[in-house]
């Protein structure tokens, strides 16, 4: 077993990218993985997090995750995974894990059930018994949009404290600030629209679907920000925000999907009840992101600023 990457120095820091499942003819396409591993790592984002809402988890067998963490364990090996666990009642949650842990992951990201709104007594429940079921580490996913359920910050910080809980993955964006304001705990941001604003308050890392699209600049943007630079940071993600936006004008992961087999890199498949997004989304998208600096032009504000 890993040692809890919660006692490693700058864990839970930086930029780490949910990592999409490519799809071909149904099956997981290991050699496509690969490369987006390879891609993202040359980035230098922090890890991945597999099999959430953007890894499509719910969809994906058991069988398949273990083929999909391999390749990316083979194709970036120096890099952490975070595994996506959820569901409604945490047996379910704790068969899982004990299949998973073989894998070795740096942690869990945990949801609150889903749908069933449950009172604050009955979160804490629920993720004391995952903790129970693991001695990995636990990221709280605070998403009400998908779960039904905004977590207080109170509730949260209880959850670090009792329930084995190293970080949480926020999307509101008054808990956000908050949480970055009270540094009780690492707080990763989970809205990419407010990711430049989590850094200049402070936080310690975000885990950012849009980063799929030119990592460089989401890299450029926290770099920028942590050290001083925030005209320049503002700038930089300026441009990123009709990029930010598309992605998320129809159900996630579709519009990542289509913008990187558009790339050429994957194809443009989803598992039902998930399809694929508009090619009218897909144009406007690609027009958006040929707007944005380039590589090197990015890479030039950073080594000036630093």
């Not at 997090?49 to 990316?72: H, P, Q, R, W, Y």
């Not at 869990?108 to 018994?129: E, F, K, M, S």
């Not at 993955?169 to 690492?186: I, M």
Request: positive net charge.
């Amino acid at each position: 077993m890993n040692a809890r990457h919660d006692d490693l120095p700058g864990a839970w820091s930086g930029l780490w990218l949910p990592l999409v499942t490519p799809l071909r003819d149904s099956y997981v396409d290991v050699a496509a993985m690969q490369a987006l591993a390879r891609r993202y790592a040359r980035a230098g984002i922090a890890g991945f997090v597999l099999f959430g809402s953007t890894g499509e988890g719910n969809l994906i067998s058991m069988k398949e995750k273990f083929l999909a963490c391999d390749a990316v364990r083979a194709a970036a090996p120096q890099l952490p995974i975070v595994l996506g666990v959820g569901g409604v009642e945490p047996l379910g949650i704790y068969q899982s894990i004990r299949k998973l842990e073989r894998l070795q992951p740096a942690g869990w990201l945990v949801p609150p059930p889903y749908y069933l709104r449950p009172a604050p007594d009955g979160i804490i429940w629920h993720y004391q018994q995952i903790a129970w079921a693991t001695r990995l580490p636990i990221i709280i996913y605070d998403v009400a949009r998908r779960t039904g359920t905004q977590l207080s910050v109170e509730l949260i910080e209880h959850l670090a404290a009792h329930a084995r809980c190293a970080a949480v993955k926020e999307c509101d964006p008054l808990a956000l600030a908050a949480l970055n304001a009270r540094q009780k705990l690492p707080t990763l941001c989970g809205e990419d629209a407010l990711f430049l604003q989590h850094f200049l308050q402070g936080g310690s890392g975000a885990i950012s679907a849009a980063a799929h699209v030119r990592p460089d600049i989401f890299m450029a943007v926290m770099t920028l920000a942590r050290a001083g630079h925030h005209d320049v940071a503002q700038t930089l993600f300026a441009a990123l925000k009709p990029v930010i936006r598309l992605l998320y004008q129809e159900p996630s992961p579709g519009p990542v999907k289509k913008y990187l087999a558009a790339a050429g890199l994957i194809a443009d498949e989803l598992r039902l009840p998930m399809t694929p997004a508009s090619e009218a989304l897909g144009a406007r998208l690609a027009q958006a992101v040929a707007r944005l600096p380039a590589e090197r032009e990015v890479a030039g504000l950073v080594s000036v600023a630093g």
